[in-house]
């Protein structure tokens, strides 16, 4: 049986590592995000939906 | 919806939101098209402007060279597919803006930037804004592409430019579509719309065993060029090497090289030149006047240079490239 404080760090741990495996979820591995527009550079040429025929 | 239409190069990738071009660095948010890789360049080195190969392009001088990741085409003997057929995330880049890019180059002395190793198309407006910065400074900008482009974008791109390496890498629509996944009318409209537009433009053709190397096909690329590009095209023959989703086949015999080169040299070519293959003696430029020999060359090292200035020593014949 574990003592007080034991029980305590071990909630403790688990409740950082649950943090940090969503933080690294949120920000980790690009390829498995959408990216967004904000540091890329909007290409030369294209059209849009509405330029599209048919 | 929120549907896009890429009209850079022939496929005309169509969009929707969050989908990218065939390319992978082109993607549609929110109803926009954006480069992933515009300032991300996965590979920069200084190497000397015989590499491209550019062997009428100030000889010895250093070209800045950049590529990021992505490719229009897909060519199964790709060399450089671990950055061209990659994602821009699975490329490991460094970010570099123009600005940074023509510094740089300033810095290390070279008088060309590159857009090179996998495809300057792809990254269009990093290679535009990046060559218009360089002009400015008084730089040369060099492209090494396949061609795969639309007319509206080229013109546009030529304005900036001054050289280009160009493959061709066959003369049938066949071989386009089995071997890259494209179309060869673009590319041939290319070369054509560089030269009227006065940029220095010079061929390359991997000739690979089984694929390209006949006859019929060595003399269709040569009379093309003859036709169209006019005689003082260079045209670099290039030897393969079992590379990628090609390796079922042998490097490109010698003698298959000295073929082709033969053959142009038969049908008019004046600069017909051997690549990959260091030691031959077709890395030299030979003075089509004179027939003297004007640069003598090993690999990409000049060795002897008898036409500063593109000017023949020997009977003052002006060759043709770019030499100031």
């Known amino acids: 049986m574990p003592s007080k404080i034991t029980r305590r760090r071990f909630v403790k741990i688990c409740v950082l590592g649950m943090a940090g495996f969503f933080i690294a979820k949120l920000t980790g591995d690009p390829t498995q995000r959408t990216p967004g527009s904000g540091n890329l550079k909007e290409a030369s040429f294209y059209r849009r939906a509405d330029d599209l025929a048919g | ?324």
């Not at chain 2, 004007?294 to 060795?303: C, K, P």
């Open chain 2, 1 to 324: 919806m929120n549907k896009v239409e890429c009209t850079l190069c022939p496929r005309h990738c169509k969009l929707a939101e969050g989908q990218r071009g065939d390319c992978r660095v082109r993607t549609n948010v929110g109803g926009k098209l954006f480069s992933l890789v515009y300032g991300k360049p996965c590979a920069v080195n200084t190497d000397p402007i015989e590499k491209k190969p550019l062997y009428h392009l100030l000889p010895g001088s250093s070209a800045f060279s950049i590529a990021t990741a992505g490719c229009n085409l897909h060519c199964l003997y790709c060399q450089n597919w671990e950055i061209s057929q990659s994602q821009p995330e699975n490329a490991r880049s460094t970010p570099m803006s123009p600005e940074e890019v023509v510094s740089k180059a300033l810095a290390n002395r070279c008088r060309t930037i590159a857009y090179t190793y996998s495809e300057p198309i792809v990254f269009y407006e990093y290679t535009y804004d990046t060559s218009k910065l360089a002009k400015d400074k008084g730089l040369l900008n060099a492209l090494v592409t396949a061609g795969y482009i639309e007319q509206e974008p080229l013109k546009q791109l030529c304005a900036v430019t001054d050289a280009a390496s160009v493959t061709i890498k066959g003369m049938t629509e066949d071989f386009y579509q089995k071997m890259s996944k494209g179309t060869l009318k673009p590319v041939l409209d290319c070369v054509t719309t560089m030269k009227k537009m006065g940029v220095w433009v010079e061929i390359i053709n991997l000739v690979i065993p089984t694929w390209n190397d006949s006859d019929e096909d060595i003399l269709a690329l040569v009379r093309w060029i003859k036709n169209y590009c006019g005689v003082d095209t260079p045209l670099h023959f290039s030897r393969f090497w079992p590379m990628y989703q090609l390796t079922n086949l042998p490097p490109t015999p010698e003698s298959t090289l000295n073929r082709a080169w033969d053959i142009a040299k038969k049908e008019g070519l004046r600069f017909v030149y051997m690549g990959n293959l260091p030691t031959h003696h077709g890395n030299n430029t030979l003075c089509p006047s004179c027939g003297k020999l004007a640069i003598e060359r090993r690999g990409y090292e000049i060795l002897q240079d008898h036409a500063p200035n593109g000017k023949c020593k020997y009977c003052n014949f002006q060759l043709a490239g770019v030499w100031k």
